[in-house]
């Protein structure tokens, strides 16, 4: 699996960074420690991994 894909699978465990339904949508403090989910678990920083979306999403 490369890096676009981990990250796709990371940001779809994560709906409140991208469902505008989500209770937790607005949520500055839980979408920030969200996104640091994500880039701890694709190994990337929080800025690059918010800057640089994935092109399949």
């Known amino acids: 699996m490369d ?27 839980r979408k920030d420690y969200a996104w640091k989910e994500v880039a701890a678990n694709t190994k990337t920083g929080v800025q690059e991994t918010m800057e640089e979306p994935p092109r399949l999403l």
């Not at 990250?7 to 500055?28: C, G, Q, S």
């Open 3 to 29: 890096l676009d894909e981990i990250l796709i699978e990371e940001v779809r465990n994560h709906p409140l960074l991208y469902d505008l339904a989500h209770m937790e949508y607005k949520n500055l403090r």
